[in-house]
């Protein structure tokens, strides 16, 4: 596939999500996942097994994390020189955890990337989850919903990186002492752009384009992961509506049998692929909740150490509002899921319907209430569920350590 077919398959997921917004009528032959999935497959970084035997990719994977490397050590260097500028310190220590973080996710799922493919092409597989027939439920809202939702992710996302990376690229135009986006230290001084103008220009362009491709796939992966707690959630919603709509299924005692069996498979089906996604994402999910406390930990440190300067205030305080921004969304997405797991117990009880039914069928759905009375959680084992309980625990930790250094400092 060449550059032009390429492109068109990173847009595709912007077409048909506008397509499907203006029109109500519109439908998706695929979940969101199938074009968050294509988009990286576009970049070239889908590093499964099946990606890896085409031409070059391979290769291309190896050397994609080369430059990560070459980036991140780039960095540590550079932050050699900022020791005893407490603020520059902190602004090269914010971008290398920032770098850190791409760089694990880049050789994570270099190693857990046919995991995450077969979750992806199961849930695009059993879209939109409902039964067809005369008895179908109106899943289509739902659908719909989630798919704009989707759309509405991307389209704001990519907006807000453009302004980000036209703000960070061209900062060594108008910041005074400013030679490169991001400070690094080469070997033999080749980032001085005095010393080296060839070299800092190689290197100038070297941060430039990597930013933008690296920062383009984070923002594809990050889709993707919250795409598919949000599909499985929106499984958890047509179980729902199916087992509602249980009590007028008008067929007879071995059917109703048969279609209680599929809605107890369905319900075990959803519990064993969020298990797998959990498993999936242990480490992404613990990592990114260890560099987010972070940066928002040096943010309000640095914010503190250079109160008396409203610039440098305003950057650390823009930072640390990204970095709650992002776990922010990552506690809504699991609340959302943990709360809606919790009203499949309350579908199973209104199923119930003492008039028609036999033993086997009430026991399914004393099954599916018992199983429904714990909520599905977004987790990382040993740290605490992905809700918005731990999120407000996580700002309140961060009130306190503010309140402290509010006293140390005064």
């Known amino acids: 596939m060449g550059l032009r077919g390429s492109i068109h398959r990173f847009l595709k ?10 029109d109500p009528l519109v439908e998706s032959s695929h979940s969101s996942l199938y ?9 070239a970084l889908y590093t499964t097994t099946e ?18 490397v070459v980036f991140f050590a780039s960095m540590c260097s550079g932050l050699k020189e900022s020791i005893g ?21 880049i050789c994570y799922f270099y190693w857990y990337g046919d995991d995450l493919d077969r979750v992806v092409s199961e849930l695009d597989a059993l879209h939109p989850w409902a039964q067809t027939g005369p008895n179908a439920v109106e899943y289509r809202t739902g659908k719909r ?21 036209f703000l960070l690229l061209t900062s060594p135009m108008w910041v005074h002492d400013q030679n490169l986006p ?45 795409c598919i707690y949000a599909e499985v959630t929106f499984a958890i919603e047509v179980l729902c509506l199916e087992l509602r709509q249980l009590h007028r299924f008008k067929v007879g005692l071995t059917e109703l049998r048969m279609e209680m069996n599929r809605l107890v498979k369905l319900h075990q089906k959803i519990m064993q692929i969020l298990d797998r996604t959990n498993n999936v994402f242990h480490g992404t999910l613990i990592m990114q909740m260890g560099v987010n406390f972070s940066l928002v930990s040096l943010s309000v440190l640095e914010a503190m150490e ?50 028609r039914g036999s033993r086997e069928v009430y026991r399914d759905l004393c099954l599916i209430i018992r199983r429904g009375q714990e909520p599905l959680i977004m987790r990382a084992s040993p740290f605490p569920s992905f809700n918005l309980i731990n999120y407000s625990a996580i700002l309140n930790q961060c009130y306190g350590i503010l309140t402290f250094l509010l006293k140390t400092l005064d």
């Not at 603020?87 to 791409?102: N, S, Y």
């Open 35 to 43: 074009y968050w999935r294509e988009q990286m497959k576009a970049m």
């Open 306 to 355: 250079a109160r008396k300067d409203p610039k440098v205030v305003a950057q650390f305080a823009i930072l640390m509002l990204l970095a709650l921004g992002h776990l922010s969304m990552w506690s809504y997405f699991g609340d959302m899921l943990s709360q809606k797991s919790l009203k499949i117990s309350e579908a199973a009880y209104e199923a119930y319907d003492p008039t």
């Open 145 to 165: 919903w989630y798919f704009v939702m989707a759309f509405f992710l991307a389209s704001s996302w990519s907006l807000f990186l453009c302004i980000f990376l």
């Open 182 to 226: 991001f400070h690094a230290a080469f070997p033999f001084q080749w980032h001085e752009r005095s010393l080296h103008p060839i070299g800092h220009v190689i290197i100038y362009l070297f941060q430039s384009y990597f930013t933008a491709y690296a920062l383009t796939w984070l923002l594809c992966i990050e889709g993707l992961s919250v």
């Open 13 to 22: 997921f912007f077409k048909v999500g506008w397509r499907i917004y203006r």
């Open 85 to 105: 500028d407490h603020v520059e310190m902190g602004r090269d220590l914010a971008f290398m955890l920032g770098a850190f973080f791409i760089m694990f996710k």
């Open 51 to 68: 990606e890896r035997q085409l031409p070059y990719r391979s290769t291309w994977h190896i050397l994609v994390n080369i430059q990560a």
